[in-house]
């Protein structure tokens, strides 16, 4: 499944978000596997940043660092999402939020 690095900050983000909640087992497994590979590409992403950081001492006010930073964000990633069906959710006996699963969206394998 394709994720810009932006997308990839927003996605762990929200992941932490949903942290203290219990899940069944396989969807905590999913939640786990799915954030693992996204921190592995995170941490691309930030060393990349950092040199940014060092390139433009002034980057509030730069424009090229802006631009640049537009670019890393933008940069498409490849990574194999561990996919859960759709009736694990429909056919669970368990609560979740509208935003919990707009949340794991990308992680649900609908038929």
């Known amino acids: 499944m394709k994720f810009t690095n ?4 927003g996605t762990l983000n929200a992941l932490a978000t949903m942290a203290d909640i219990e899940f069944p087992v396989q969807v905590a497994y999913a939640i786990k596997k799915n954030h693992r590979k996204l921190v592995a590409e995170y941490k691309d992403y930030e060393e990349q ?61 609908i038929e």
């Open 49 to 109: 940043l950092e040199v940014l950081k060092e390139k433009y001492p002034e980057r509030d006010k730069s424009k090229e660092y802006m631009s640049d930073l537009q670019t890393l964000l933008d940069i498409e990633v490849d990574i194999d999402i561990h996919k859960l069906d759709e009736s694990v959710f429909t056919n669970g006996v368990f609560n979740i939020t509208a935003k919990q699963l707009e949340i794991m969206e990308f992680m649900i394998e």
């Open 6 to 9: 932006g997308s990839i900050v």
